[in-house]
């Protein structure tokens, strides 16, 4: 990926980040920032394990949606 791209690719992520509700940038950031398990995440939110891959897997597709949408070179 050249640099440029990777530069592009970044931008549309920060804009896109903030477009997704509050809980869904929470478990994103819990699993892949914080490198927190399912079972970690499911405690801190009161959820089971099993609900928090859905709903972490739910925000992935969010966010994928969005940054699709908003990505120009699709």
Known sequence: VSQSR????????L?????????????????FFE???FREIGEILELTEN????K????LIK???LY?????QK
């Open 15 to 31: 804009k896109v980040l903030p477009m997704l509700k509050e809980k869904q940038l929470q478990l994103i950031e819990m699993r």
């Open 56 to 59: 972490t897997f739910r925000a």
């Open 6 to 13: 990777y530069r592009r690719q970044r931008e549309v992520l």
């Open 35 to 37: 490198k927190r398990s």
């Open 51 to 54: 609900n928090a891959k859905v």
């Open 68 to 72: 699709m949408k908003h990505n120009p």
């Open 63 to 65: 966010l994928k949606e």
